[in-house]
């Protein structure tokens, strides 16, 4: 019964590399988390310059896309860049892959002329 109340004395050393562990988990838990609160106030402050009427739709939209295309997305949806509007929707056709966007093969869509890094593909 001594046994199980007794203290285990734990190696300075492996006391040490314990403590780099969790001291490098909450460094890692709390940069995560700012990133977050960073990435959260960004699109409310986007979400802001968009019109009241389609607000709540525009915010849907933004959490389902992948977070390197939101920028661009809401530059187009507050009206002030044509050029982010074709970008964005040839991004969102291609699945979110601005490699693919070059590679389109859809010459029947209004935006084919226009769309980005088109003029690298060669139009047959």
Request: with cysteine; net charge positive.
């Amino acid at each position: 019964m001594a046994d199980l109340f007794s203290k285990t004395v734990e190696a300075p050393e492996a006391r040490k590399e314990r403590l780099k562990a969790l001291l490098v988990t909450a460094r890692a838990t709390k940069k995560a988390q700012t990133h977050s609160a960073n990435t959260e106030n960004r699109l409310n402050t986007a979400l802001s310059r968009v019109p009241a009427s389609r607000r709540a739709k525009v915010e849907a939209k933004c959490l389902l896309m992948p977070e390197s295309h939101r920028r661009t997305y809401l530059r187009a949806m507050t009206g002030k860049s044509v050029r982010a509007a074709i970008t964005a929707q040839c991004c969102e056709c291609m699945g979110w892959n601005r490699a693919e966007v070059a590679r389109c093969c859809s010459p029947a869509c209004s935006l084919y002329p226009y769309r980005p890094r088109g003029k690298e593909a060669s139009d047959e």
